[in-house]
């Protein structure tokens, strides 16, 4: 291990005002613009199951200091028509050139299961707050009908990196349960794209993620199981598995991952408050009280020991 303290760090849940509570998932990365915190989460409909995202909607909070969060407000919703009609959900926010461009997750009105097609589009902002634009009618990256990913390309995040943009997403099979999902690389010249997939995909396992620059490399949170790796948690009523492994990883080229010490998490979003100190950085985590309405997000920090 390159970088000897990722083997000390630790987790530390930490206690909040505002966040949201049930109905909550999939929150994004965590950026400080003009004093404030922004964060935005997937909402779904109250009273029903989280699947199959009909009716998910993107909203934001904010907080002066990471800890007192203000209530939820729109950020994105669902299309007239099209493949992001039905449902949007799981967005990641950068920052470049002066814009503020959303990925997201879009399915469309056949959407009926918990895994068929699943897109990613692209909304741009002049502030954080919105309003909200899409960049485009069609979808920059989706299913390719073969691979890991051939029933859908989703939840990603983007890393500018040399001159290109990175994007980690999330693919997926027909049939194969969601805790067997893996994570592949696509790159572009341009932020809005055309995005190619890296040609020796998936490069990792996880289901909902998080990656971000640390030191000469890069971090990558998301959960798995030492015996059968693909698995992020099982479908047990309240989804965890205590036969699992979680764990943060560490990579100097952003393909080649290994894991530094044990890390409890379900669809981490992080703040970099620093490159090269982890314990300036921080992230929330979802908590589940049952298997779908009552999903929750809690603040958690990194410590060394």
Known sequence: MKHEELRRVKQVWTGTEGLPADNNHDPSNILYVGGKYYLWITQHEHGKPYCPFKNCKIMYTTSPD??????????????????????????????????????????????????????????????????????????VLGPSRTGFDADSADDVTVIPRDGKFWMYYKGMYPGLDGNYSEVGIAMADSITGPYTRYGHNPVMVGHAFAVWPYKDGYLYLSGRKDTNEGTVYNSSPDWHDPRGTQSLFWSGDG?????????????????????????????????TRNRDQGRYIERFDFILE
């Open 255 to 287: 393909i080649h991952f290994e894991a530094c010490c044990p890390f409890e998490n379900r669809a981490p979003g992080i703040f970099v408050g620093s490159e090269s100190d982890i314990t300036k950085c921080w992230g929330v985590s979802v908590k």
């Open 66 to 139: 990471g800890y007192r969060w203000e209530p939820l407000r729109d950020a994105l919703l669902p299309s007239a028509k099209g493949w992001d009609s039905a449902g949007v959900l799981t967005a990641n926010v950068l920052f470049y050139n002066n814009t503020y461009y959303m990925f997201y997750t879009g399915v469309d009105a056949g959407y009926d299961v918990s895994h068929t097609d699943r897109y990613v589009g692209i909304a741009r902002a002049d502030s954080p707050g919105g309003p909200w634009t899409r960049a485009g009618d069609t979808p």
